[in-house]
């Protein structure tokens, strides 16, 4: 059976849905994991740096991901815990894998946090950096976020320049947009995981 896609109760404003899909994400001992998993993109951000660059730069700077894990055969009772660490590997190596994939460079894992979900759950936040090599080097800043809640799973995934667009872009007179900081982009992540069920 295919797991449920989940909500994302955040205001999304500006954030249009890019993707949703449905698949095995890896083989577990006597289980195959499988995802339902939809991609946003913020859409502002991109017209923002199209209008800025009249047109030159048209692409993602911004996404966030949240998926649904569900196992088959389903998992036993009292099972969640026992996997909850190899989900969260699994997780951290695919993202790692899928970055590199979209062409950024150095990626490299930085760091974890341990914030409440919307539940009160605690979840696992683990940071990357890497470079995309779109004009001159821009540090970009990864996220990947693994928690249940019950016999549910959870994956939200994430990505943002590492400061202002404008600064590191060399924009002159930018969009408001565009001069977000990495603490406001964090901070917009984690109200969106903490948003997720």
């Known amino acids: 059976m295919d797991p449920s896609f989940p909500d994302v109760s955040a205001d999304l404003d500006g954030w249009?849905?890019?993707?949703?899909?449905?698949?095995?994400?890896?083989?577990?001992?006597?289980a195959r994991v499988r995802g339902a998993t939809r991609r946003y993109?913020?859409?502002r951000t991109r017209e923002a740096v199209r209008e800025a660059t009249d047109g030159r730069l048209d692409r993602e700077w911004r996404f966030v991901a949240a998926t649904g894990l569900g196992f088959d055969p389903p998992l036993p009772p009292g099972a969640a815990s026992m996997v909850l660490p190899m989900v969260r590997r699994e997780a951290r190596e695919a993202f790692?894998?899928?970055?590199?994939?979209?062409?950024?460079?150095?990626v490299t894992r930085r760091g974890e946090e341990q914030p409440r979900v919307g539940s009160g759950a605690r979840a696992r936040l683990t940071r990357y950096g890497a470079i995309d090599p779109v004009e001159g080097d821009v540090p970009v800043t990864g996220w990947v976020c693994v928690w249940r809640e019950g016999g549910d799973f959870f994956?939200?995934?994430?990505?943002?320049?590492?400061?202002?667009?404008?600064?590191?872009?060399?924009?002159e007179n930018a969009d408001k947009r565009l001069k977000r900081t990495a603490a406001n982009y964090r901070e917009e992540f984690v109200d969106i995981v903490r948003s997720v069920t």
């Open 16 to 30: 249009q849905l890019a993707e949703e899909t449905v698949e095995t994400l890896f083989q577990a001992p006597g």
């Open 41 to 43: 993109e913020d859409e």
């Open 96 to 106: 790692a894998r899928r970055l590199t994939d979209r062409g950024l460079a150095d």
């Open 155 to 171: 994956v939200v995934t994430g990505g943002h320049p590492e400061g202002p667009l404008a600064d590191l872009l060399s924009l």
